[in-house]
């Protein structure tokens, strides 16, 4: 017997959550915000990944404080969200499937026991049970809403393989160079002291990046990739503090853009 032939037990069980959250869905307003690295959950089948519990607590598991940040902008902006529930370190919803960090084996020098040698079946099983339910979900979205603006809310560590990164937040775009520094503009003036990185803390590609390329440059939407440092995020006053600069930013970006 051929035991590749054999049917596959699926990834995600019956206990287990579905991969997209939709918050907000009847919201009025004319953006849709969306948050790949929103959630740290694991499906039961691949039990803790081989890594320790307190591994889950850190950035390479999440983006700490994004979803907290989304939420708070999805109220202030009306926007509907969507959000990813399972973590990055089972797939990376903002990057092509065919990307080598798609599953991390390795993530900012953390082995990933449970991504180590997957076979082809293993791989398309994370892409055809959480990818790309969260890729279909934010694709019909903007056809069913057609939103005016879309916006990837992230966040990043403050050291990155022992280099600290001096910024603030970042806008992370290519094709669009109108709406990132339309934002950026409103936050230099409305919060002088903070240090604004433009395509920081990292470049754009096509090879690494899914977010920009496909649902905001391939749909010609207004749209930016919004980096907040993790530390000012992380509590719920910072929280509140970058909504409201954000939720400043894009209503007059949206009110100017009309
Ligand atoms: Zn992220």
């Known amino acids: 017997m051929n035991i590749s032939n054999q049917p596959q037990p699926p990834l995600l069980g019956a206990s287990d ?3 997209v959250e939709i918050v907000n869905p009847a919201g009025r307003g004319d953006v849709l915000l969306v948050c790949e690295h929103a959630g ?13 519990a307190s591994e889950m607590d850190r950035h390479i598991a999440y983006d700490i404080g994004a979803r907290d940040l989304a939420l708070m902008l999805s109220e202030r902006l009306d926007a509907p969200l969507v959000a990813q529930r399972y973590s990055r370190l089972v797939i990376d919803c903002n990057r092509p499937t065919e990307a080598d960090d798609s599953i991390p084996p390795v993530s900012d020098g953390t082995e990933i026991p449970a991504n ?5 079946r293993e791989r398309a099983q994370r892409a055809t049970e959480i990818f790309e339910p969260f890729d279909r979900a934010l694709a019909g979205a903007i056809r069913n809403r ?3 603006a879309i916006f990837a809310i992230h966040s990043f560590n403050p050291v ?10 970042g806008f992370l775009y290519r094709k669009d160079a109108r709406t990132s520094p339309a934002l950026q503009r409103y936050l230099l003036a409305a919060a002088p002291d903070i ?3 433009m395509q920081e803390p990292y470049a754009i590609s096509d090879q690494s990046d899914w977010f920009v390329p496909v649902h905001g440059e391939r749909n010609g ?13 992380s509590h719920p006053e910072g929280v509140a503090r970058f909504a409201g600069l954000l939720a400043g930013a894009i209503g007059d970006f949206m009110k100017k853009g009309d």
């Open 17 to 19: 959550p579905a991969p």
């Open 116 to 120: 180590r040698n997957l076979d082809a």
């Open 195 to 197: 240090s604004i990185g």
């Open 146 to 148: 057609r939103p005016k």
């Open 160 to 169: 990155l393989r022992g280099v600290s990164r001096p910024w603030d937040i």
């Open 221 to 233: 939407i207004a749209h930016s990739l919004i980096e907040v440092r993790n530390d000012h995020i």
């Open 40 to 52: 740290r959950e694991i499906p039961s089948s691949l039990g803790d990944l081989g890594i320790a």
